[in-house]
């Protein structure tokens, strides 16, 4: 999956989920942005963990593209202060 980013240095999570409930499994993948940048960032989908609670889950399936239902951004790591982020565009790629 890219993104194209308009962002406040900061670090997020984008997160996947395969179901629509609201808490369960999800799948993360970190990244950091730089201040006041458009960037593009692409996230593997080999690359987002399953976690539960920020709790990452050994033994889960990964992430399989077509059963996506949801996506979202978090800010991370308990960051304090004022951040931004816009988001332009979101596609999948191979």
């Not at 730089?34 to 889960?60: E, S």
């Amino acid at each position: 999956m890219r993104s194209s980013y308009l962002t406040y240095g900061k670090k997020y999570q984008f997160r996947i989920r395969t179901d629509d409930l609201f808490d369960g499994v999800s799948y993360r993948y970190h990244f950091e942005t730089d201040t006041g940048q458009w960037q593009t960032i692409a996230v593997p989908f080999d690359k987002c963990v399953p976690v539960f609670r920020g709790r990452i889950l050994p033994d889960v399936e990964p992430v399989s593209p077509k059963d996506i239902q949801q996506v979202g951004f978090l800010i991370s790591d308990k960051q304090a202060g004022a951040f931004h982020l816009e988001i332009q565009w979101i596609k999948a790629y191979r």
